[in-house]
T-cell receptor, first 110, second 115 residues
Framework: GQNIDQPTEMTATEGAIVQINCTYQ??????LFWYQQHAGEAPTFLSY????GLEEKGRFSSFLSRSKGYSYLLLKELQMKDSASYLC???????????FGAGTRLFVKA | GAGVSQSPSNKVTEKGKDVELRCDPI?????LYWYRQSLGQGLEFLIY????????KSGLPSDRFSAERTGGSVSTLTIQRTQQEDSAVYLC?????????????FGSGTQLSVL
């Protein structure tokens, strides 16, 4: 089957670092995406990993281990505006669609 | 240019009525997707269009749901005889070629409420 798991909710403090994990099992793999979705808004692209390792982009970094079916999104120097849902998604070669996890709601507190 | 445009942004309907949701993708994008997002849930794939190819309808939850894409651009998602469980946000997305290593560009969605 196809499955993407990530924690439902996380809480972190402004200025801190938070890591959001994602594990996946899919019939095909063509890269892993992270999207950010603020309440009531459309998801927006954050990162894409297709090779193992860490991709850094400003305060956000994303890691991938294909052998473990595992990824994480690392957010540094948290700001209140980072409070949002973070969606892990896999580009699936077994069909032309991207499969999404249920998302992790991140609450950043002062 | 403009992003993905969806209309209406909100739709309230009575159980049993038909509704049409519209999506205007980014110009030049050949791939168009419909997803459904229920409250607090992830994105559920509904249907995918790629150029002139037959659409992938594998995610449509019942035969009450249908979609078309005219001229390789605008798409309409139709839900017949709406049920309360159809209440959700319907998101449309497009991408340049439809390859699954491309990021998706999402519209703001249509919030459908079935009373």
């Amino acid at each position: 089957g196809q499955n993407i798991d990530q924690p439902t909710e996380m809480t972190a403090t402004e200025g801190a670092i938070v890591q959001i994990n994602c594990t996946y099992q899919t019939s095909g793999f063509n890269g892993l995406f992270w999207y950010q979705q603020h309440a009531g808004e459309a998801p927006t692209f954050l990162s894409y990993n297709v090779l193992d390792g860490l991709e850094e982009k400003g305060r956000f970094s994303s890691f991938l281990s294909r052998s473990k079916g595992y990824s994480y999104l690392l957010l540094k120097e948290l700001q209140m505006k980072d409070s949002a849902s973070y969606l892990c998604a896999v580009g699936n070669t077994g069909g032309f669609k991207t499969i999404f996890g249920a998302g992790t709601r991140l609450f950043v507190k002062a | 240019g403009a992003g993905v445009s969806q209309s209406p942004s909100n739709k309230v309907t009575e159980k049993g009525k038909d509704v049409e949701l519209r999506c205007d993708p980014i110009s030049g994008h050949t791939a168009l997707y419909w997803y459904r997002q229920s409250l607090g849930q992830g994105l559920e794939f509904l249907i995918y269009f790629q150029g002139n190819s037959a659409p992938d309808k594998s995610g449509l939850p019942s035969d009450r749901f249908s979609a078309e894409r005219t001229g390789g651009s605008v798409s309409t998602l139709t839900i017949q005889r709406t049920q309360q469980e159809d209440s959700a946000v319907y998101l449309c997305a497009s991408s340049p070629t439809g390859s699954t290593n491309e990021k998706l560009f999402f519209g703001s969605g249509t919030q459908l409420s079935v009373l």
